[in-house]
């Protein structure tokens, strides 16, 4: 590869044979450190990718030794014992993520909804910067204001309520102290739903004008038009974002550790003290018992990395797919 | 002959989903409205007060015994911490962006590209628990300090760094390149004084966004630079971090405690969202003049 | 003028932003007859067709005066989604609905509706489809996507999916710039069939176009309505020197 060529497809290279050869051995030397540098930098950042992977395998490796592939389906967790098992932490993720989605999903996708359809054009940018603003917050202050404002009126209203028309559904069973699967989800939904509007709200506007105007020259409502043209050509776009929305809730932590309550056992209702994988590393890796329960926290950590690995390279592609036939931006 | 004579009851849907769609921005913004609001109200008292910036945040002392409380220690952690992770991940993520975006070997620029897309969908715990599980564990002398906190940092500022910057430097035109390169200039010169000037506006937002999202985090330095009360005396030492304080804080059972951690959540609030709207503010300036729309 | 005026505009202006893209235009468009509006481009014939099923308002910063008026109502004192069913639109590139098989693009006005029997749904898309004269083709893969057609047949199918709404009047925006001679002629054929039953305008910036298929024409020149009269009147005798410039191809 000639370093000096550019490497774009739409220029061609300067013929060597006409270029003036004012490069003397000295710089062309210059251009191949530069290259070798730069080479090397980036392969670090692949190198960085391998790393995390390397350590986190490589600490699990103890627990792993223990317990086998067992951990995974391992419903124990007891540091006294000595015996781990990712399952509470898994249905704590998983508990969570899906409520999280359940909240989150309607409230984004109607706001992507209105601010591409409904608001008028003076406050679609301002509100779209506004819910942008939204994922700028850090997830400790969320945590912050869920454990002082959400809380409490989850404790006093919204739980006694649930468990008094609700209760018959089995989900709400259980003392409601307000700290618990239930609030945890709450706010990460809060915390997800920038993400899966921006995305939505994105792929909603790549939708060609041609596609809405043949639904409106049918004598389409706003709604039939958005129904019938907009959302089915957006439609794998809208749910790449709403499965990169999954993958940073189950990453959470800061918000989910304080509000979660900390319990490490399956819940068995919403109203149940529960914890995540994200939330079992923030609050256990240092307070531990031994370098077994060390291993088993950084074996959780390696599971968590995996499925959330997986679930956003899902969304990327989605996301990448309606993005790029529509003619919008790549992202 | 087909009858459309339920119009009204199409017209009254579409109606009704567009209030519920307006409706549904509203909850959506609630929260950031709440948090803003109670960020003032809890902390407002706090903050304003000139030593609450230099001052040391209070043990469990209570409102009698603490004269003055504030959060120097952690502003300063915090500038380190992201200090030394700015110094790790901008050139490494310049040039790592630099190599994909200008050297597009063997598809080996669309692997790092790839790459750094997906690290900054790793959740931040996760880039903690990797620096501890190696460093932390294997180099005791600086186990809990600014260094292992820095890179715990640094590994989640990089990826945003590569991305953003590989973003601005595609859009600038290649016509910059191939008139660099036809006045004789070497490509390495004419890459950075170049294209990487050009790109400049946005290479330097996404580092600021990238520094903003590093000055939010607590998770990754749980367990790496651990948290202090006191200002640092060494880069080897467990040192404070806003994001740290706000987290213990806020758990306290010491009002005083928690009044400090309202005051440090309504600096850190404010610090993000004016950089956050003036960036947003400096690119649409600055995509208007540059002819973009 | 052939028959009453099915729909006519009064004093049309019509407003991108500031700038009137037409002028005062009054027209009179005869019910189950062929009307052409021909002119060289940015006359504004695509903007006065597009006033004609209110779909120029959905454009930003757009504004109308005067009177469109379908059956002796103004349309502009109508529900724009009444009218939209009334008077259909076909599109100069066809843009039949991507992910949808050509049974759905062509059954998708009747499901605006609720959910009509499979029966009466089946029996109305043959129908537009026969009409657009593009059954025959696509019979055995009904359920076969539509963007898989050719060109000429998708603005065919665009054509069925516009007629199964069952419109009053047919408004076709250069339907066959897009396409082949070949797809051409089968449309236009198919346009000299459609005014036994709805009335159809046509905006075509081919004089020969017009000459075929319409029996009235317009010729419209920088947003003004220069002449309107039956078609061969227009071509063989033109009443305004600009008209005769336009046919005898000195600009345009």
């Known amino acids: ?331 | 002959m087909i009858h459309f004579d339920r119009h009204a009851r199409r017209k009254l849907l579409s109606h009704t989903i567009a209030v519920l769609s307006g409706l549904a921005v509203i909850a959506v913004l609630y929260p950031l409205v709440s948090i803003v609001y109670e960020a003032f109200v809890l902390g407002g008292g706090v903050l304003f007060q000139a030593q609450f910036f230099t001052a040391v945040p209070p043990n469990a002392c209570s409102a009698l015994s603490c004269q003055t409380v504030g959060i120097g220690p952690d502003i300063v952690g915090t500038l380190i911490l992201i200090g030394i992770a700015s110094g790790i991940s901008v050139p490494v993520g310049v040039l790592a962006a630099i190599f994909a975006s200008e050297y597009r070997a063997r598809g080996l620029g669309r692997a790092i590209s790839f790459t750094a897309d997906v690290l900054t969908g790793v959740p931040s715990i996760i880039m903690g628990a990797f620096i501890y599980g190696y460093f932390v564990i294997y180099y005791p002398t600086i186990a809990y300090s600014a260094y292992t906190g820095g890179l715990a940092l640094s590994a989640i500022m990089t990826p945003i760094v590569v991305r953003t910057t590989e973003e601005g430097l595609r859009v600038v035109p290649n016509s910059v390149r191939e008139a660099a390169l036809a006045l004789g200039i070497t490509k390495w010169k004419a890459t950075l004084r170049i294209v990487l000037i050009a790109a400049l506006p946005a290479v330097a937002t996404g580092v600021l966004l990238a520094i903003m999202r590093a000055a939010g985090e607590a998770a990754p330095l749980l367990f790496t630079a651990l948290g202090s009360n006191l200002y640092p005396t060494g880069l080897g030492h467990p040192i404070g971090a806003l994001p740290l304080l706000i987290y213990f804080f806020a758990l306290s059972p010491y009002s005083n405690q928690v009044k400090v951690a309202w005051g440090a959540t309504l600096f850190l609030l404010l610090l993000i969202l004016i950089v956050n709207i003036v960036s947003r503010l400096l690119i649409h300036r600055m995509a208007v003049r540059m002819g973009g729309t | 003028m052939l028959g009453g005026d099915k729909i006519r505009t009064e004093h049309l202006t019509a407003y991108y932003g500031p700038k009137p893209a037409i002028s005062d235009v009054t027209l009179g468009f005869a019910e189950h007859a062929v009307s052409a509006i021909i002119g060289p481009s940015g006359c504004g014939k695509s903007t006065l067709i597009r006033c004609l099923n209110r779909m120029h308002e959905t454009v930003p910063r757009t504004r109308v005066e005067g009177q469109v008026v379908l059956d002796g109502e103004d349309i502009y004192q109508l529900d724009p989604v009444r009218v939209r069913r009334r008077v259909g639109m076909v599109f100069q590139k066809p843009n039949p609905f991507v992910t949808m098989s050509i049974y759905n693009n062509v059954s998708a006005a009747l499901r605006f509706n609720g959910r009509p029997s499979r029966e009466e749904t089946d029996r109305q898309v043959v129908r537009s489809l026969q009409q657009a004269a593009l059954w025959d083709e696509v019979k055995d893969r009904i359920d076969a996507p539509a963007v898989s057609l050719s060109g000429g047949q998708q603005q065919r199918l665009c054509i069925a999916r516009a007629l199964a709404a069952e419109p009053e009047v047919l408004l076709m925006d250069e339907p066959c710039s897009a396409l082949d001679p070949i797809a051409t002629a089968k449309i236009e054929e198919l346009i000299k069939k459609l005014k036994e039953e709805y009335t159809v305008i046509i905006v075509t910036h081919n004089m020969q176009q017009a000459a075929r298929v319409a029996d009235n024409t317009a010729f419209m020149y920088i947003g003004k309505l220069i002449e309107f009269g039956p078609t061969e009147d227009l071509f063989e005798r033109p009443k305004e020197s600009l008209t005769e410039a336009y046919i005898t191809g000195r600009f345009g």
Request: with cysteine.
């Open chain 1, 1 to 331: 590869m000639d370093p000096l060529t550019p490497s774009s497809p739409s220029s061609s290279p300067v013929p060597q044979s006409e270029a003036p050869h004012r490069r003397t051995d000295r710089h062309r030397w210059g251009d191949r450190v530069f290259f070798g540098l730069v080479a090397v930098v980036g392969i670090s950042v692949i190198t960085l990718a391998a790393a995390i992977v390397g350590i986190l395998i490589y600490s699990s490796q103890q627990s792993f030794r223990v317990f086998g592939w067992s951990f995974l389906w391992g419903t124990v967790w007891s540091p006294d014992s000595n015996i781990f098992g990712v399952v509470p932490f898994m249905a704590g993720t998983l508990l969570t993520s899906a409520i999280a989605l359940l909240i989150a999903v309607p409230l984004a996708l109607g706001s992507a909804i209105f601010l591409t359809t409904h608001a008028p054009r003076w406050l679609r940018g301002p509100a779209g910067t506004a819910i942008e603003l939204l994922a700028a917050v850090p997830s400790v202050i969320y945590g912050f204001w869920a454990l002082y404002v959400i809380h409490p009126y989850m404790a006093s209203t919204i739980e006694p309520g649930l468990h008094q028309y609700l209760g018959w559904t089995g989900l709400f069973g259980g003392t409601a102290v307000g700290l618990d699967v239930l609030t945890a989800s709450i706010v990460l939904a809060v915390m997800i739903i920038p993400t899966i509007c921006a995305v939505s709200r994105d792929t909603l506007l790549a939708v060609p004008q041609a596609q809405k105007e043949a639904a409106l020259s049918l004598g389409a409502t706003d709604w039939e038009t958005t129904r019938v043209a907009s959302i089915p050509y957006a439609r794998s776009g809208i749910i790449g974002g709403i499965i990169l929305g999954l993958g940073r809730a189950m990453g959470e932590t800061m918000a989910v550790t304080m509000v979660i309550g900390n319990a490490d056992r399956i819940p068995t209702s919403l109203f149940s003290q529960g914890q995540t994988i994200a939330s079992l590393i923030a609050n256990e890796l240092l307070s531990n018992t031994g370098p077994l329960q060390v291993s088993a926290i950084l074996e959780a950590g390696l599971v968590l990395f995996v499925i959330v690995l997986i679930v956003n390279i899902v969304a990327r592609i989605l996301v990448w797919r309606v993005l790029k036939v529509g003619g919008g931006v790549v992202e």
